[in-house]
């Protein structure tokens, strides 16, 4: 896995409906920037109500291939974010989006310094403590991050599905079909890390139930093709 900062080569990168792919990640230098300068916006919008932020799916793998916007999941107790964080927010670039159309506790933004769909660009997550969508996702990294095979098998599909929508006559749908192709995969992993993974916190869970809710937040194809442009 590469810790170059360097600039990617052109052939490393694919693009999707005007926006860019990475062949063997986003620099995890400038990811691990962009997540740090959202935590530290959160602390100072939140105070006392951010309860814990981390990167969520992709993001949080380094080395994977794939979209460089960072996603990240907070955690706010009380939920959700009073007006005057939210303005606080504002001020720093992050824009309110309501309600998630996966879960009716999620509220997220779109902000940081990058364009939509490019590097610097995040998508902020916001739900209550204690979150079981929390549990998830921490469970899903943690997987991939720890068994080699799903690393790989998750990168593969990534790649196969950018490389083929690339060619697809249909530019504006390539992002959304790239989206689609590694939806089994995804899903298969995640009934993995429910079912046998590494950390005691996913036991007694339903992996058919945690599967299904990682394909609705990572991979819905209605998501991307209603906000893509917005992120």
Same mark, same amino acid.
């Given at each position: ?14 693009m999707l ?6 062949? +063997? ?13 959202? !935590? ?8 006392g ?6 990167r ?7 080395g994977?291939?794939?979209t ?10 009380? %939920? ?7 303005s606080?927010?504002a ?10 159309p ?5 509220? %997220?933004?779109?902000g ?6 490019h ?6 997550h ?6 079981e ?11 991939? +991050? ?8 998750? +990168? ?22 790239y ?11 995640? !009934? ?12 007694? +869970? ?6 299904? !809710? ?13 906000? %893509?442009?917005? !992120?």
């Open positions: 896995m590469s810790q170059s900062s360097t600039a990617p080569e052109e052939e490393d990168i694919i409906s005007g926006y860019p792919f990475y062949v +063997n990640g986003p620099d995890p230098i400038v990811i691990a920037k962009v997540a740090e300068k959202t !935590r530290a916006v959160l602390e100072k919008a939140c105070g109500q951010l309860k814990s932020v981390d969520m799916g992709s993001s949080a793998i380094e994977i291939s794939g460089p916007v960072c996603d990240m999941l907070a955690e706010l107790s009380p %939920w959700p974010m009073t007006e005057e964080a939210k606080r927010m001020e720093a670039g992050y824009e309110s989006k309501g309600s998630a996966h879960a009716s506790q999620d509220e %997220w933004f779109f940081g310094d990058g364009e939509p769909g590097l610097g660009r995040v998508v902020l916001t739900v209550p403590e204690g979150s969508f929390v549990r998830d996702m921490k469970a899903f990294v943690e997987y991939v +991050n720890s068994h080699p095979d799903a690393f790989q098998r998750y +990168n593969d599909v990534k790649v196969e599905g950018a490389v083929l929508m690339s060619q697809s006559s249909q530019e504006d749908g390539r992002l959304l079909g989206k689609g192709k590694k939806a089994d995969v995804c899903k298969e992993i995640m !009934r993995e890390a429910m079912s046998g993974g590494p950390s005691e916190m996913v036991k007694g +869970n339903d992996p058919g139930v945690s599967a299904a !809710r990682l394909v609705t937040i990572i991979e819905e194809p209605h998501r991307m093709s209603e906000c %893509w442009a917005d !992120r």
